[in-house]
């Protein structure tokens, strides 16, 4: 699957809510005498950081952020326009701290508890803006916790609990901090060798394919990053390009056109597809690691943030 943008989405809810801001009173479905209609209600916290003067108000705002979205709607939840709350479930990811986020979002899955149509709205939402592999937000550490709390719940039943321990596994390989996951790789000429054995300070790792339009984009701004080429120069930074898949001659009729001073191979016996060695349910997915194979950034595709993360 190749990469795409589902930033388009959210400013759907800009449409969709438009200028039909309902007054605190009416937004509330346990007030409304009759069902109300359908996504007839905007999700909009009130949540206004540039009026936040400490870190303190910051604080208890985050903690506020959900306090006006009624959580016992139960199946009058379908009320909400859904994509203002997706919207506002991706603003939330951004603004809360990383430190809180574990516990903030266990609290969230505890809070949409009350009934399982409300939890059910809150599972796609979460999935949808930390889990999809095209979400710009996607975010196995805090996808985690919430992993974790699903499969505890109460309203889950086996069959359930099985999809969410199949994607907590996965989410849980080669996290922020652990040692990636060695492989063998095998370059054009038939040399083999062990990514673990690449010596350098950092190493970066891009899973492609030949037919990936984002690849070939990426590929050209890394070749084209001033810091990159330095720091390749000088021998601390070394990428290896991997080829996970089966059409070999599809790769090596790309091989002309990668960087002469990349590792540029495949996977010969196919391991890491099979083995599930890493999440490549999109690509390209890079990883950068330091000298000891410890992951820095997982399965990125910017490129400013890689720079950054060597820059530090």
């Known amino acids: 699957m190749i990469r795409r943008s589902i930033l388009s989405l959210f400013s759907i809810a800009l449409i969709a809510c438009g200028d039909k801001h309902t007054p605190k009173a009416d937004s509330n479905i346990d007030t409304a005498t009759t069902l109300p209609a359908a996504n007839s209600i905007c999700f909009e916290p009130e949540f206004y950081p540039s009026r936040i ?13 959900w306090d006006s979205f009624n959580f016992e709607a139960d199946t009058l939840v379908t009320a909400y326009n859904r ?4 919207q506002a479930f991706a603003d939330y990811v951004v603004y809360i701290e990383p430190q809180r986020a574990d516990s903030l979002l266990r609290a969230i899955i505890h809070r949409a508890e009350a009934s399982r149509p409300v939890l059910d709205l809150f599972i796609d939402v979460s999935t949808m803006i930390l889990h999809d592999p095209n979400s710009p937000l996607r975010n196995d550490e805090y996808y985690i916790p919430i992993l974790e709390e699903l ?46 054995n690449i010596d350098a300070r950092y190493t970066l790792v891009m899973f492609s394919n030949p037919g990936c339009n984002m690849c070939a984009d990426i590929i050209a701004e890394i ?28 790769w090596r009729n790309k091989l002309e056109s990668m960087p002469s001073r990349w590792i540029v191979a495949y ?4 391991k890491i597809s099979t083995d599930n060695l890493y999440d490549l349910r999109a690509i390209p997915s890079l990883y950068l690691l330091d000298n000891a194979k410890r992951v820095i950034i997982k399965d990125g595709t910017n490129v400013a943030a890689i720079e950054a993360a060597m820059s530090r």
């Open 223 to 250: 070749d084209s990053s001033p810091l990159m080429n330095a720091m390749i120069e000088a021998d601390q930074l070394k990428i290896l390009s991997i080829y996970p898949d089966e059409d070999l001659q599809a």
């Open 53 to 65: 003067e400490s870190f303190e108000e910051y604080q208890r705002a985050i903690d506020g952020y």
């Open 267 to 270: 996977d010969k016996e196919m």
């Open 83 to 86: 994509t203002s709350v997706i």
């Open 151 to 196: 499969i505890e719940s109460p309203h889950m039943d086996e069959y359930d609990r099985i999809i969410f321990e199949h994607d907590l596994a996965i989410a849980r390989k080669n996290r922020i901090g652990e040692t990636a996951a060695d492989f063998t790789y095998t370059t054009a000429d038939g040399r083999e060798s062990r990514m673990h």
